[in-house]
């Protein structure tokens, strides 16, 4: 196994700065590539060991003027804001960004781990299977879900093409949860929103369901804790998978019923939930039901999500209170 850093982009985000701790745990080292000032201004980072940090605007003038050794790349970088309609940023962003980035480990013969998203999956009216005979039948509810499906179909027409890394994968991420994601602000899971509410007013809002099959709250996601999405990128890149694009989530949908009342419990609050209409301009955008059909990264002999609901987020609230020093 390589000793070279392994480079990450998105380090200081949420899953990426995850990534970085668990890096620090294994002894590894790492090239840390965000925007610097996110280093800085982000409480939930401080202390955590980054290694080299550079700028995500400059990283292919470092990469080809110092040429460092890497032990692979983790590609968690991308604007992930699912409200996101300038479509020329994203595809700046999300996908040119991506395709040097594979360019880049295709030459170097490095191990290519990226994130896709169950955005591609739009309103699931083509299931949750990550069979790639399927990618093209998929048709995302927004842009930003269309930049992680067109990185995707890309991939897989320069693997056709004889143009892929030696080892690469890709993971279709669910509805990711656990500490470091304040930064997100809206785009934050519930259970941190349900956590700040509940701490300031008692209570927790959810949006109605706009849908007559679907009661309040009872709209379902495939809630995956990010522990678990970081053990298996790490199996990615050290077993290496040999090649691919997989769903990352639990396999088991759960409402955003059983999401708050999870939340309650952890902070032994009695239940208080409220309903509010979900924004018109969110409406045709909004996935009613996610859950990853889970057999195919399995087979790979890969772990699996295995981090039960209560148990995730009971796990997170507690490093939430005690990350603002509330003794339990």
Known sequence: ????????????????????????????????VDALAHFVDRPELQGLPVGRKVDRDDLFRFLSDESPELGGIVHLGACTDTTELDEAYLQRVNLDYSKRLWDYARERDLTFVYASSAATYGGGEHGFDDDEARIDLLQPLNPYGWSKQRFDQWALAEEQAGRAPGAWSGFKFFNVYGFGERHKTKMSSVVLQAFDQIRSTGAVRLFESHRDDVPHGHQRRDFVHVDDVVGVLWHALEAPLRRGIYNLGTGRARTFLDLARSTFAALGVPEQIEFVPTPEHLRARYQYFTEAKMDKLRATGSPVPTTGLEEGVAEYVDRLLTHAGVAR
Do not use: W
């Open 1 to 32: 196994m390589s000793t070279a850093p392994i480079l990450v982009t998105g380090a200081a985000g949420f899953v990426g700065a995850r990534f970085l701790e668990s890096a620090a745990r294994r002894g590894r080292a790492v090239l840390s």
